[in-house]
């Protein structure tokens, strides 16, 4: 079970950091990562990060902006948010997978979403 908080309202340029919450299974097996649902689009990978937390990968929509973290002693992925734009506007989700490539296209797992708005 994947459960995502820290969504919320925020103005443009500003932060927020969104946490994920793994449980029920050994989480340090699994890639985690981030996917976000606009408006009438599709939904959209963000960003990834490994097992053991040493290999993260970004869309081009989001690097250099976003940052993704994991504590494995916690079972809980980050994902922080810096300079957010109108655009950014979503709903987050955590997503799961023991393959890197299905992670990042289908992913096995996904949490309940949160949202994020943000105001110009």
């Known amino acids: 079970q994947l459960q995502a908080s820290g969504g919320g309202s925020v103005q443009a340029g500003g932060s927020l950091r969104l946490s994920c919450a793994a449980s029920?299974?050994?989480?340090?097996?699994?890639?985690m990562g981030w996917f976000r649902q606009a408006p009438g689009k599709e939904r959209e990978f963000l960003a990834s990060?490994?097992?053991?937390?040493?290999?993260?990968y970004y869309s081009g929509s989001v690097k250099g902006r976003f940052t993704i973290s994991r504590d494995n002693a916690k079972n809980t992925v980050y994902l922080q948010m810096d300079s957010l734009k109108f655009e950014d506007t979503a709903v987050y989700y955590c997503v799961a997978d023991t393959r890197m490539l299905a992670l990042r296209t289908d992913p096995s797992y996904w949490g309940q979403g949160t949202l994020v708005t943000v105001s110009s």
């Open positions: 990060i490994g097992w053991s937390g040493g290999s993260t």
């Open positions: 029920g299974r050994t989480f340090s097996n699994y890639h």
